[in-house]
């Protein structure tokens, strides 16, 4: 089996061209693949399938080998791995619905990458400093100071098993707007991986709707009221924009950041 390691502003993937139907794996065989020491190491693993109504559909593993929700990032790369395979349009199907995408420009092994996300209306204020968002899977944003110095993993891993999250879960997201830079920082702790990444796209897409719920002048508009709201994550930046809807929802939700192709495989 070919694997093809690609990155999104950190988030590590490994993922398989399986539009022949011919790759297989059970949850001990993913996990085993993306143990960081006795595997290749990844964040998750996807697989590009056939769709019988799109041009491809995104099928998402993390690094546990659990399944069913969508990825950002994930979908970010699988769009530059579908490219790199030679698909030229990019609607697919992922576990939340449809997305589209578009390749705002290529250079080497890295593409950046454009990605309509799921219409966000599963919306949820917890408190004054915290949002429940459903973004394609399920996440708390916690509004904090001094993001740098925070025990994302210690405090993640608390909040993350708290009783209104269960039996599911929750990931959870630090979040520190920077008033001077109009910028949002965003540190995230995922289920799943069960440690912090170096970036999330749907722990990022449900902070910048927090962030706007929070500090909705803040922020660029445009004339027709479409909001753009740049992130900086661990090492990398990415930018999340929407339309905010009078019913509370937010609609035309877009992701975009880089998708980096990091090795090719073999795997026996």
Not at 108 to 120: A, E, F, Q
Request: glycine share 12%; hydrophobic share 40%.
């Amino acid at each position: 089996m070919r694997l093809y390691k690609y990155q999104g502003a950190g988030n590590d993937f490994l993922i398989a061209d399986n539009r022949s139907g011919a790759i297989s794996l059970d949850t001990d065989e993913i996990s085993r693949l993306c143990d960081r020491h006795y595997g290749i190491g990844a964040d998750g693993l996807m697989l590009l399938e056939k769709s019988i109504r799109h041009d491809f559909r995104m099928v998402y593993f993390n690094s546990d080998g659990s399944g069913g929700m969508m990825c950002g990032n994930g979908g970010r790369c699988i769009v530059a791995f579908a490219a790199d395979m030679g698909i030229s349009h990019f609607d697919f199907e992922a576990a939340d619905g449809f997305h589209t995408a578009e390749i705002l420009d290529n250079k080497g092994n890295g593409k950046t990458v454009r990605l309509k996300m799921k219409n966000v209306t599963d919306i949820k204020q917890e408190n004054g400093n915290s949002w429940f968002i459903d973004t394609g899977t399920r996440h708390t944003v916690r509004f904090v100071a001094g993001l740098d110095s925070l025990d994302v993993a210690g405090k993640g891993r608390e909040i993350r098993y708290r009783e209104e999250y269960a039996p599911v879960g929750v990931n959870v997201n630090f979040a520190e707007i920077m008033s001077a830079e109009r910028l949002l920082r965003v540190r995230t702790y995922e289920k799943g991986v069960e440690a912090e990444t170096f970036a999330c796209g749907t722990g990022i897409t449900a902070s910048a709707v927090a962030a706007y719920l929070r500090s909705p002048g803040m922020w660029e508009k445009s004339g027709n009221g479409h909001v753009r709201i740049p992130v900086s994550a661990l090492r990398d930046s990415l930018a999340v924009d929407f339309t905010p809807e009078e019913d509370g929802s937010f609609r035309d939700v877009w992701l975009t950041g880089g998708a980096v192709r990091v090795a090719v495989i073999e795997t026996y």
